[in-house]
């Protein structure tokens, strides 16, 4: 028997099928259908009976995964083994052949330890530590999703859902405040839990798992340089409101604070309560220097926002041939809205919200004129002279035509080159705005996973270590020119491990040196790096682990997880921290591989593979 063979077979019982007579991908097309994700709060496709004879199994191209396809062609659900073991380590499911959310096994143990969202579903990242299918805490999370979870944990009296978004005493410590500070802000934490009924009582949402959130209600987040205040740069949305809805009225609850603890990872640090503007909270950024919330005070806008937000509330009911019609209705309250507000900076920031209800909307294949409509917008809004704006509605349009393509079948790869394509007229056009560099950065990134030379990311990184010179992502484009640019050359890299011993890897000259960066979603590749370290070991090679995790909880957690001996360094962060903008890390798992001269050999290495052919090539 052929290895693929084999491994594919044991593949097929991983997910409990049943080879028989029949044709094996067929015969278990059915039960394919009937797996659902480990966390209910997503909305996948699932295909109604007469559609479900007529979808389609097949095995994806490189033996390592199930496709479930729709009688469309659009792709259901994929099993996948994605670090050849031959078990399935990931399931994931799509709503209008987008992928929008996924669970997966790190550990390969056969059960999911983490729960992702994706694209229009949300950015949630959720850590299953105990694997008991409850989330034990966010790897991240958005600051309009922990307002969102805060509205649920409120209808359902759910104390711990509530907890899991609330800034716990370790992140208290990252966030390094001063001692008058920090005491201020621990008082507020050590009241959640105890304080959680009363707010559920005052806030009375009616109707429990039948409440909706609309959406969140604030002015942008404000930075807090540091000072004998916080010893850290502080990243804050002040006074918060959010609004939802329980079928009998709307409510608008009061927040206070959200603070963020690492890339895409927000906490709240004060109980709920009924929105009153005499009551407003500040708790970093001192009311001398607060702008005002942006709650509107208008009886017109209020009455408008209450109509859309429950027109809203009605799309996810009805049938799929009436949501077109009532996505126009909430777009022309969100005109009407934009139309009334007193502020430029309120107007600002509801444009900005109509252009994500449009991509959303057609991103769920429920508004067909969405190409239409953002392309309006973004030539009204392009004529406004606010070019920070325009690039904001112009990287919502771009994505939205890609939908559009998606859903109007036809060549995947096409749709996708030509998303790459608009987005790099848009990171040109706008080079100087913040949704423009971030362009620019996506591009460099995906420019580095597909090139074959350096050259091509190496002139994005270039552009947005100038444009954003000083600020967080022009340092990390910095670190990925300094990682793209380093084969031949002795790299500094000072940091410390996790017990906080000081690391400097001009230490381990007259070794070969491995640095590889991992984090909790790439515990499983490790399984296949690990051979490979092991087997070049007695050549005198030395792997240290870079643990790019966000804290040191969840880095401790995937320590144990990935059962690794190899000295493990770490700061915190994830993505954005010290380590990780130092090399401009943006896809772990990542491996640079120094000789024994102290210069790095290959400063990119993304597979075992490749280590493997290194290596090898090194030690001749």
Not at 226 to 251: C, I, Q
Not at 536 to 543: E, I, M, P
Request: proline share 3%; glycine share 6%; with cysteine.
């Amino acid at each position: 028997m052929r290895m693929t063979t084999f491994i594919f077979i044991l593949f097929l019982f991983s997910l409990g099928f049943v080879l028989g007579q029949e044709s094996p991908l067929r015969a278990q097309l059915e039960q394919g259908l009937s797996y659902r994700p480990v966390q209910s709060d997503v909305d996948i496709e699932i295909p109604s009976e007469q559609d479900a004879k007529q979808c389609e199994i097949k095995v994806s191209d490189d033996k390592r995964g199930l496709i479930i396809l729709s009688p469309q062609k659009n792709t259901l659900r994929v099993f996948s083994d994605t670090n050849g073991d031959g078990r399935v380590d990931q399931w994931s499911y799509f709503q209008n052949g987008v992928e929008v959310y996924r669970d997966i096994d790190s550990n390969s143990n056969g059960k999911a330890d983490q729960y992702r969202w994706v694209n229009s579903a949300g950015t949630r990242w959720g850590i299953d530590a105990n694997e008991d299918k409850i989330i034990d805490y966010w790897k991240e999370i958005s600051a309009e999703e922990i307002s969102r979870e805060i509205v649920l944990a409120l209808a359902q009296n759910d104390v711990d859902r509530f907890l899991r978004v609330v800034l716990n005493e370790e992140e208290l410590k990252e966030l390094a405040l001063g001692e008058s500070l920090n005491n201020s802000v621990a008082k507020k934490i050590a009241a959640m839990k105890t304080g959680f009924a009363a707010a559920v009582q005052s806030v009375a949402l009616k109707n429990g798992n039948n409440v909706e959130w609309y959406q969140l209600n604030a002015i942008l987040p404000g930075i807090v340089p540091s000072n004998d205040r916080n010893r850290k740069d502080l990243f804050v949305y002040e006074n918060v409101m959010t609004t939802a809805g329980d079928g009998e009225k709307t409510v608008q609850i009061a927040l206070g604070t959200l603070v963020k603890i690492s890339d895409n990872n927000w906490r709240t640090i004060d109980l709920p309560k009924i929105y009153d503007e005499n009551q407003l909270t500040y708790t970093f950024i001192l009311p001398a220097t607060a702008q005002t919330g942006s709650a509107p005070t208008s009886n017109d806008v209020v009455t408008l926002m209450n109509d859309y937000q429950e027109i809203q509330s009605q799309i996810p009911k009805l049938p799929a041939e009436q949501r077109p019609a009532k996505h126009k209705d909430v777009i022309a309250r969100i005109i009407q809205i934009i139309a009334k507000v007193s502020t430029e900076e309120e107007r600002e920031n509801w444009i900005r919200q109509l252009a994500d209800t449009i991509m959303d909307a057609t991103s769920r294949n429920e508004f067909p004129d969405g190409g239409e409509q953002m392309e309006a917008l973004f030539k009204t809004v392009n004529k406004s002279g606010n070019e920070e704006l325009a690039a904001h509605v112009r990287s919502r349009q771009i994505m939205t035509d890609y939908y559009l393509s998606l859903q109007a079948g036809g060549d995947d790869m096409r749709a996708y080159s030509k998303w790459l394509e608009n987005l790099e007229t848009m990171a040109t056009e706008f080079e100087k705005t913040e949704a423009g560099i971030e362009g620019m950065m996506q591009l460099a990134v995906y420019r580095e996973m597909s090139a074959r030379s350096a050259e091509e990311p190496l002139k994005w990184y270039s552009k947005v270590a100038q444009l954003a010179a000083g600020k967080p992502l022009g340092e990390k484009a910095k670190g990925a020119i300094r990682r793209l640019t380093a084969v031949g050359k002795e790299i500094p890299f000072q940091t410390t491990d996790i017990s906080g011993k000081p690391f400097d890897i001009a230490t381990l000259k007259g070794k070969f040196v491995l640095l590889c960066f991992w984090d909790a979603s790439s515990v499983s590749s490790l399984a296949l790096i690990k051979p490979v370290v092991d087997k070049f070991a007695d050549a005198g090679l030395q792997t240290i682990g870079v643990n790019l995790d966000a804290d040191s909880q969840t880095m401790k957690t995937s320590v144990t997880k990935a059962a690794l001996s190899w000295t493990q360094l770490h700061s915190t962060g994830g993505l954005e921290s010290s380590n990780a903008v130092y090399w401009g890390i943006s896809t772990p798992p990542c491996m640079i591989l120094y000789g024994k001269d102290g210069k790095v050999i290959q400063s990119n290495i993304q597979s075992a593979d490749e280590l493997q052919q290194m290596m090898t090539d090194a030690t001749k």
